[in-house]
């Protein structure tokens, strides 16, 4: 079996993938730009919460469903479930130990 970093790292790929496809369409490449470096600010907090699982959720299932409301154009179910997915990830971050936080002496 691959490492959990390997294993990890692997995802990353594939959410980041994901994520990108989902705004593919957009003509604002000053959007994609920002959009990116949100992205790119969040890995570590995605790498903790993937890693240690404070809070139970299923991102496959999450996936799924913004999946399933793009590619039926349904804009307003795609949004409302994108931002929970973001949310989620938020609520699961601040269910984490402080001292992953805290710089070491």
């Known amino acids: 079996a691959a490492a959990p970093d390997t294993r990890f790292e692997e995802w990353e790929q594939r ?10 369409a957009c003509p604002s490449r000053w959007l994609h730009h920002f959009l990116g470096i949100l992205y790119q600010q969040a890995e570590r907090y995605r790498r903790l919460t993937v890693t240690r699982r404070p809070i139970a959720r299923d991102l496959h299932d999450e996936h799924q469903g913004i999946f399933d409301a793009t590619l039926a ?25 402080a001292e992953l936080f805290t710089p070491s002496a």
């Open 15 to 24: 959410n980041r993938e994901f994520h990108r496809e989902l705004i593919r």
């Open 73 to 97: 154009r349904d804009a307003d179910r795609a949004c409302a479930l994108l931002a929970s997915h973001i949310r989620l990830t938020y609520d699961a971050v601040a269910k984490l130990p």
